[in-house]
């Protein structure tokens, strides 16, 4: 079977769960920036960029050490998914624990003192869904694709069905003056943003759920032996996502540390909620890099045997870059529209900021894509090291452009960061484990979608109608030339 078609299937159908499923919880934004004022997002954002951080910590790279572990050791497959699931119950549950302990010193810490139930709250969340993750691996490994995205698809049902109940009807129907006996049992107007994280915490907790009896099924004891190995792999992993998750939420708690003191708590939340809330814009493109990397992970793992895997990689590499360019011109040629995904016009301000980030983003994907050198060389430290670097990068920058143009700044640390990124894996993968990747062909699309767009934004056509079909008529001769270079659909003819 041509392998780039069975990547495209199981792109397609873990999109089923990550694309859509991330969709759908992407489509609260309108619904929470409706509901809340810019400052009580900030509180919303500041968290989740806490949670970020929280679950690398706590798989410590055991989830790439399952598939590695699994490839490398066929005959003890059922040891391996066991040592992984026990490692990450002990340390989940002791963190529960510890986070229920310390509570009220935490929230003192994240200068929420009246809320800490907040800190139990995602410490379960976190906690569970850390051990939730080798489950899913499995079921990934084993490539059931359809069982993965009915998990997350219910996840994401059940968070988004109490988000509708909590705070498009209860907080409407309180704010009219309105009320009922199913809101008098269940719903206080005074938790308010936290209807946000409970709603996660049950979905978090359903989720779990139906995950137990694929960790039941074939599970085994602990294997000393398996687990320093795994470890030994999944540290710099550890490493290098945390590192990778300071590049990519650590401008959200910075922000409100770093313009405190000169804007007050309200204004500096306010400024969080606007940069969180156009950073989901953004984020179009990382619905379809999550897509990808879920299919894409395993694959590459899979494919490392055959002879032609470095061109079958560097395959891979075109269709992602030309995939993530039109996706690009596709969001700034219809941000017009796009914007109303977030309702309340006090967010607009923030609107500037997207393309940065969407080429931000894309770079990442980029660098996804390139980390499979050093996963399939043991190397990972080299993972850890480039990480590292940028995370050194967007401390730098965002400690020198936060205080002097605010969220902007953490907009274009972001674009800088993952793009020296890129250059550093780029070289350093060359030298360990060289694919030829089309760099022409690459640097063509990235240039081409935004040279194309910047013409775009001098077109002034006064007739709305004819300017959609000016605009789309583009867009389609785009995509007929991408498809026309590429010829995705053509026979799978590798190279010898």
């Known amino acids: ?236 992993l550890l490493l290098a996502g945390l590192a990778g998750i300071i590049n990519e939420t650590l401008d959200r708690i910075l922000l409100k540390r770093l313009l405190f003191d000169s804007f007050g708590e309200k204004a500096t939340l306010s400024q969080l909620g606007i940069y969180g809330a156009n950073y989901k814009i953004s984020i179009i493109i990382t619905l379809f890099i999550q897509a990808f990397r879920y299919a894409a992970e395993p694959f590459f793992f899979a494919q490392q045997k055959d002879k032609n895997a470095k061109n079958i990689y560097a395959k891979v590499m075109n269709y992602f870059v030309a995939v993530v360019a039109f996706i690009f011109l596709g969001v700034m040629f219809n941000i017009e529209y796009i914007k109303y995904f977030i309702p309340n016009s006090a967010y607009w301000e923030g609107l500037k900021v997207v393309p940065t980030l969407l080429f931000a983003n894309i770079f990442l994907g980029i660098y996804y894509n390139q980390s499979i050198w050093y996963k399939l060389t043991d190397k990972t430290m080299y993972g850890a090291l480039i990480a590292v670097f940028g995370a050194f990068i967007t401390l730098v920058m965002n400690f020198i452009l936060i205080p002097r143009i605010g969220y902007v700044g953490s907009a274009y640390t972001t674009l800088a960061c993952y793009f020296s990124m890129v250059l550093f894996s780029y070289f350093l993968g060359q030298k360990y484990f060289p694919i030829t990747y089309d760099l022409k062909k690459i640097i063509g699309y990235l240039l081409g979608a935004f040279f194309i767009w910047q013409l775009w934004t001098f077109v002034k056509i006064d007739s709305q109608v004819l300017r959609e079909l000016f605009k789309w008529s583009v867009l389609t001769f785009v995509l007929g030339i991408l498809i026309f270079i590429e010829k995705p659909f053509q026979q799978w003819k590798p190279k010898n």
């Open 1 to 236: 079977m041509n392998p780039i078609k069975k990547l495209l299937g199981q792109t397609a159908i873990y999109g089923l769960s990550s694309i859509v499923g991330r969709f759908l919880n992407y489509l609260l934004t309108p619904l929470h920036t409706d509901q809340f004022t810019t400052d009580q997002y900030g509180i919303i954002t500041e968290m989740y960029a806490y949670v970020a951080f929280l679950v690398v910590l706590l798989t410590y790279g055991m989830e790439t050490a399952y598939f590695r572990f699994s490839s490398k050791h066929e005959g003890s497959k059922t040891s391996v998914f066991s040592t992984a699931l026990i490692s990450l119950t002990i340390t989940s549950f002791g963190f529960i624990a510890w986070a229920w302990a310390f509570q009220q010193p935490i929230a003192n810490w994240l200068q929420y003192p009246n809320n800490s139930e907040y800190v139990l709250w995602f410490a379960i969340i976190v906690g569970l869904d850390a051990l939730g993750s080798i489950p899913l691996a499995k079921l990934r490994q084993q490539n059931k694709a359809f069982h993965f995205a009915g998990v997350n698809l219910l996840n994401v049902a059940v968070n988004i069905g109490l988000n509708v109940y909590f705070i498009g009807y209860c907080m409407t129907m309180h704010k009219a003056g309105n009320t009922n006996w199913l809101m008098e049992h269940t719903f206080n107007p005074e938790i308010g943003v936290g209807y946000v994280f409970i709603s996660n915490l049950i979905a978090s907790i359903f989720k779990f759920l139906v995950l137990v009896p694929t960790m039941l099924k074939g599970h085994g004891k602990l294997q000393q032996k398996i687990l320093k190995e795994m470890l030994w792999f999944g540290i710099p």
